[in-house]
């Protein structure tokens, strides 16, 4: 699924108002993780926190036409990308959520899917893209390793 470049902007402004209620610029004191609950009958964005409070909500219409069977897996791709650009522009680095917190996509009953994104700044998160060909290079390094 290719989202358009208005849908994006509405993803990034859902986000952006989630943060919004944790960037005073203040000392970090607050201990959660940020929810995103896109749904697929409904069209529907909800952010949450740990609390279950909805920090902000919108509907991208994109959603609601979409017929594959992968709709959790193409959301997860892009909103890990937008997530990816607010932290390299530093959009990240000013709330007031103690690090190490995690953005999570969850479903409709609010179970985890995925962890999109954790924020932190000693530990990097493992996904598949990582991950990919990472047997054939150790494979190589010890075959070398032990041919010496």
């Given at each position: 699924?290719?989202?358009?470049?208005?849908?994006?902007?509405?993803?990034?402004?859902?986000?952006?108002?989630?943060?919004?209620?944790y960037s005073c610029?203040?000392?970090?004191?607050?201990?959660?993780?940020?929810?995103?609950?896109?749904?697929?009958?409904?069209?529907?964005?909800?952010v949450f926190d740990?609390?279950?409070?909805?920090?902000?909500?919108?509907?991208?219409?994109?959603?609601?036409?979409?017929?594959?069977?992968?709709?959790?897996?193409?959301?997860?791709?892009?909103?890990?990308?937008?997530?990816?650009?607010?932290?390299e522009n530093g959009?990240?680095?000013?709330?007031?959520?103690?690090?190490?917190?995690?953005?999570?996509?969850?479903?409709?009953?609010?179970?985890?899917?995925?962890?999109?994104?954790?924020?932190?700044?000693?530990?990097?998160?493992?996904?598949?893209?990582?991950?990919?060909?990472?047997?054939?290079?150790?494979?190589?390094?010890?075959?070398?390793?032990?041919?010496?």
């Amino acid at each position: 699924m290719k989202l358009s470049q208005q849908s994006q902007s509405l993803i990034e402004s859902a986000i952006r108002k989630a943060l919004g209620k944790y960037s005073c610029g203040c000392e970090q004191t607050i201990v959660t993780d940020i929810h995103l609950q896109p749904s697929p009958n409904t069209g529907e964005l909800r952010v949450f926190d740990d609390g279950d409070k909805e920090l902000s909500f919108v509907t991208i219409e994109e959603w609601l036409t979409y017929e594959g069977d992968d709709f959790y897996e193409c959301i997860e791709r892009q909103l890990r990308l937008i997530l990816s650009q607010l932290k390299e522009n530093g959009e990240l680095d000013k709330l007031t959520i103690i690090k190490p917190y995690s953005f999570v996509l969850v479903d409709d009953d609010k179970e985890t899917i995925s962890d999109l994104l954790l924020v932190d700044d000693d530990t990097l998160l493992l996904n598949s893209e990582l991950l990919e060909g990472l047997d054939e290079e150790l494979d190589s390094f010890l075959k070398e390793l032990l041919e010496k």
